[in-house]
Each structure stands twice: as C-alpha cells, then as structure tokens.
T-cell receptor, first 117, second 116 residues
Framework: GAVVSQHPSWVICKSGTSVKIECRSL??????MFWYRQFPKQSLMLMAT?????????EQGVEKDKFLINHASLTLSTLTVTSAHPEDSSFYIC?????????????FGPGTRLTVL | AQSVTQLDSQVPVFEEAPVELRCNYS??????LFWYVQYPNQGLQLLLK??????LVKGINGFEAEFNKSQTSFHLRKPSVHISDTAEYFC??????????????FGQGTELSVKP
C-alpha cells in the first residue's frame, strides 16, 4: 500500500516550453503533497507544499509563477514548469502524506528527470 | 529553525562489515526523525522512523537507528552490509504541529558504497 506514482518518469524539452509533471497517490487519499527538487549528488530541497483545494505554499526562493502547482483532487497534484530553461533541469520528486502510521509519514514518488535543452 | 547534518558524505565499506551512518539534528522543539534510502534515479524509500517511545528503532533491510536526545543524534546502523545496500541515504526531521503539514527537512545525504 501507499504507492505514489509520477508521470512522466523523464522528459526532454526545448527552452521556453512548459512541462507538466503529475503526481498521483494510487491507493490512498493524500490531503497534502510535497514537491522537491534534487540536483545531482545533492539533497532534496522542498519547493512547495500542496494541499487539496487550496493554494500551494512555496518555500522561500521558489518562484510561484515559474513552478505552478495544482492539487485538484485528493489523489492528484501537478507541477508545471513554465517557460523552462536549462537551469531548471533537475530531478523532481513528489511525496504524499497519508495520515497513516503517524500523520507525518510521507511516501515518495519515483521522480521525474527534466532536461531542458 | 530545524536542521539536519549528515557528517559523512561518503562511506566506503566492505561487504559483510558493519556500518554506521551519522546524523545530527538541531531543533528547539520535539522532532520526528527518519532515514530514507535512494537508489540511482529513483525516489526515496522509508527505512525507519522515530516518532516516540523506544529510542532504538528497527527498520527494513536489517537497518536500525538509535535516537539520542542528549546528543541530538539519530545514527543509522547495520551489522553486516550487502552489495545491494549501495545507495544514497538521507536523514530527515519533521516536527509535530498540524500547521506545518508534515514538512521534512533533509540532511545532505551519505553515499554508502559497499565493496566486495
């Protein structure tokens, strides 16, 4: 149980285009989802917290207009990288808070590798 | 503010040897502590967690960790490692309170490399 999927697993796009990444909780309802960014050989940096039906809360230094987050249902959150540039190339990981096994338990998706040419 | 420090960026070890990955945290409030493992190009898998109760926590794949409040540490141990344990390990901290929604703060990661 507690499976989180991401789609696509990898994407290559041209500079200036927008890319949407989906994060789904497959067998549970997730009231809260989180989006992280990970550069090679580095740790995960929290970008934003996404609550179903409300606006996302962004961490300091993360551009809200560049990284659009929508949490339209209890099983789906999307991250859209708008007007992507090469510096946005990274590994994006989402996680979902189940509320089971202690409400702080997060389960992570497999990640999406974004490469911007 | 909460923070996590993993003292070793890389830990090479021979197969079947014991290993300890060190993690220290800083927090002005009570914390929850986690260890995650990440295999190349994959997401994170929870190894174990400390929320409350016994300070010795057992997790999956033979790993365990001990919460030491006085030393603000949560070191991860395994008595005998396998080649398949080669991966990146992350220590993370969270803290009670509904307003923060289960936010996790991660350490820098420790690359465990098990050699035959």
């Amino acid at each position: 149980g507690a499976v989180v999927s991401q789609h696509p697993s990898w994407v290559i796009c041209k500079s200036g285009t927008s890319v949407k990444i989906e994060c789904r909780s497959l067998d549970f309802q997730a009231t809260t989802m989180f989006w992280y960014r990970q550069f090679p050989k580095q740790s995960l940096m929290l970008m934003a917290t996404s609550n179903e039906g409300s606006k996302a809360t962004y961490e300091q230094g993360v551009e809200k207009d560049k990284f659009l987050i929508n949490h339209a249902s209890l099983t789906l959150s999307t991250l859209t990288v708008t007007s992507a540039h090469p510096e946005d190339s990274s590994f994006y990981i989402c996680s979902a808070n189940t509320g089971r096994g202690g409400w702080n338990t997060q389960y992570f998706g497999p990640g999406t590798r974004l490469t911007v040419l | 503010a909460q923070s996590v420090t993993q003292l070793d960026s890389q830990v090479p070890v021979f197969e079947e040897a014991p290993v300890e990955l060190r993690c220290n945290y800083s927090s002005s409030v009570s914390v929850y502590l986690f260890w995650y493992v990440q295999y190349p190009n994959q997401g994170l898998q929870l190894l174990l967690k400390y929320l409350s109760g016994s300070t010795l926590v057992k997790g999956i794949n033979g790993f365990e960790a001990e919460f030491n409040k006085s030393q603000t540490s949560f070191h991860l141990r395994k008595p005998s490692v396998h080649i398949s344990d080669t991966a990146e390990y992350f220590c993370a901290v969270s803290w009670p309170g509904r307003n923060q929604g289960g936010k996790l703060i991660f350490g820098q990661g420790t690359e465990l490399s098990v050699k035959p």
